[in-house]
């Protein structure tokens, strides 16, 4: 799920070289922690949070058919 996350960040932004996908997994729950540059949050989360909400509703999905929960979180520095 880290690569394909990863790749869809990577579309989405201006700068996908300064992209990194941290996943931390604790039995069921998976954690995927995104950090993009400063200029490319605003294009994570999208207009209203339209794009972050449609990246978290493919982890759900996903999740369901894996027996697993995914949590997405965009961290800033």
Known sequence: MKNAIEKVVKALVGSP??????????GKNVRLRVRVAPDD???VIGRE???????????YVSGQKHGRRYHFDLEED
């Open 49 to 59: 949070g339209r794009t972050i909400k449609a990246i978290r509703s493919l982890l």
């Open 41 to 43: 949050y605003g294009r």
């Open 17 to 26: 070289d300064l992209v990194e996908v941290y996943e931390q997994a604790d």
